[in-house]
């Protein structure tokens, strides 16, 4: 074996890997008592907010899974707050307001972002509990009633879902609807650790006298789900997580949608952590283990980019070059061959290695969709996920070095 830079590189990820990922696998599972919701003491008022623009495809069905919810009647608010759309939403809103008088409210406003939005029907409700639902978001019928039992404890401040992918179907939707499941299992595993970093947009549930004593959505945000979060964090409260509370999202189901979307998220995570990097110093699972891991694994994301692309692109200049002495038949053929080698000789080294990183994300999505009650098949959409993935993450987030690099705004 040569140790040179990439094989030592390349031993230090794999490590990371399987250590982080036994580490979560053993805290889940440790914990299995705990994966039960509280059944709540009562049922504290709640409203749900639905911040819409131009969904008229997907905000009727977003209304009727609202709408099915298994909750009080007297203790629930449905609020539509149309942020300027310029096609049939805010009318096909209406017809529910109508239909449901007292139940369904729909507000018109000017386009203003959807923390705007947010902001806007937050300012008209005196509710408890308020919920966040993006239009393009539905949730099931048990999902609001397993969750408001984590706000009997008087530190809670918020309580996310099990987010998951709406009908995966294509190459795109079916990555991300494991990565998805993955977070079901990860984002326990923080709320296990008193460490989520991120309040989902769909269905994520807050107390609102939170938004009165600390400020609103921060409006200029590119992602206010992670400022949101961090700041309850920063605040000393803490955010819970049910594992059954089954919500489900439309997902990008082609590529440059996709990227324009993880350039946002992952650009605005930054943003996000350099804004609250005083929650690295405090000494808690968040500040000395999660975050500084979250950090660790967009590095290695990088390298695992660096290490695919390098020799890829060394051996196609050593391809041009070698045209003009061999040809192009001859060249090809050496090219082939020492693809080949350099295949075989990483994979020779970390066989094992990947056989046991592939068992133990199986095993992980498996209790993932296990606990959470998941319906989606494994099988295909995990061999398509294990092959691709990461270096689909690893091309997100060499897109993002690159467009702060060449200081390009990112934007809704």
Known sequence: MIWNFETILLCIVCFFGLYSSLFFLFLILDNKEKLDDPKPKRFPSVTVIVPAYNEERTIAKTLRSLLKLDYPRNKLKIFVVDDGSTDRTYEIAKRFENAHKGLVKVFKKQNGGKASALNYGIKRTKSELIVSL??????????????????????????????????????????????????????????LLGSVHVTPGPFSAYRRKFFERYGYYDEGNLTEDIEVALRIQAKGYDIENSIKAEVFTVAPNRFLPLLRQRLRWYTGFIVNLFRYRSLFKQKNN???????????????????????????FSNFISFLDNIFLLGFKDSFFLLFHTLRLNLFYFGSIFTIVGVVGFSMGAAILWLSKKFSRDRTKLKWNYLIYSVFYIYIYGFWWTAVLVNFLLRRKITW
């Open 134 to 191: 993006d239009a393009d978001s539905f949730v099931s019928r048990d999902a609001l009633k397993r969750m408001v039992g984590y706000f009997d404890d008087p530190a809670v401040m918020a309580v996310t879902p099990a987010l998951k992918v709406y009908k995966p179907k294509g190459f795109w939707r079916r990555i991300q609807a494991m990565e998805y499941l993955l977070g079901v299992f990860l984002r326990k595993a923080f709320a």
């Open 286 to 312: 968040l500040g000395l283990f999660v975050l500084p891991t979250s950090l660790i694994s967009i590095l290695f994301a990088l390298s695992i980019t660096f290490l695919t692309v390098k020799p890829l």
